[in-house]
T-cell receptor, first 113, second 116 residues
Framework: AQKVTQAQTEISVVEKEDVTLDCVYE???????LFWYKQPPSGELVFLIR??????QNEISGRYSWNFQKSTSSFNFTITASQVVDSAVYFC??????????FGSGTQLTVLP | GEEVAQTPKHLVRGEGQKAKLYCAPI?????VFWYQQVLKNEFKFLIS????????ETGMPKERFSAKCLPNSPCSLEIQATKLEDSAVYFC??????????????FGSGTRLTVV
């Protein structure tokens, strides 16, 4: 069975600080897909990234970067120079042979001005 | 359109009443998924469709929940005889593939169901 663990329940940083959100997954699949979603206070789920298990290249998109390491089953997310608008709950998720998303429990990020 | 449209945004039902939620996926997306978000951060998969066919229904509490995706109509999720524990936000998502290819799964803004 798949499992996604986001051990950090809440993180609080001051604007312009860098912050890393951790995600550890468990799977028996050899082919699988990992995602990050942002859920701002308004409640919608915003897609951030999708990564397949065969692509361990790190990715950077503006202030966002992702570090995928199969050896440690981790898919961590870093926000550089955080801004107040980054305040949200961030979810890591996995899909594979079960053909449904398994979400982590989310990390509430608060960026203080 | 480029968004998944869920209606209504809010729904209040008395215990035992029926609730029906709707989801219009993005045109061209073959897959539709329904998730239930309870206690703010816990997501539960309910059911998925490939076009009008059930793709995976392993998460559905079949006694009271049913869902359909018919051609040329929004998909629907119906709860017969709602219970207090059904209070949650119900999200619909659509995608070009079950793996969430290209741009991941696009989620609607959700329907908040409150059972009183």
């Amino acid at each position: 069975a798949q499992k996604v663990t986001q051990a950090q329940t809440e993180i609080s940083v001051v604007e312009k600080e860098d912050v890393t959100l951790d995600c550890v997954y468990e799977t028996r699949d050899t082919t699988y897909y990992l995602f990050w979603y942002k859920q701002p206070p308004s409640g919608e789920l915003v897609f951030l990234i999708r990564r397949n298990s065969f692509d361990e290249q790190n990715e950077i998109s503006g202030r966002y970067s992702w570090n995928f390491q199969k050896s440690t089953s981790s898919f961590n997310f870093t926000i550089t120079a955080s801004q107040v608008v980054d305040s949200a709950v961030y979810f890591c998720a996995h899909t594979g042979s079960a053909r449904q998303l398994t979400f982590g429990s989310g990390t509430q990020l608060t960026v203080l001005p | 359109g480029e968004e998944v449209a869920q209606t209504p945004k809010h729904l209040v039902r008395g215990e035992g009443q029926k609730a029906k939620l709707y989801c219009a996926p993005i045109k061209g997306h073959s897959y539709v998924f329904w998730y239930q978000q309870v206690l703010k951060n816990e997501f539960k998969f309910l059911i998925s469709f490939q076009n009008e066919n059930v793709f995976d229904e392993t998460g559905m509490p079949k006694e009271r929940f049913s869902a359909k995706c018919l051609p040329n109509s929004p998909c629907s999720l119906e709860i017969q005889a709602t219970k207090l524990e059904d209070s949650a936000v119900y999200f619909c998502a659509s995608s070009q593939s079950w793996q969430g290819a290209n741009y991941g799964y696009t989620f609607g803004s959700g329907t908040r169901l409150t059972v009183v």
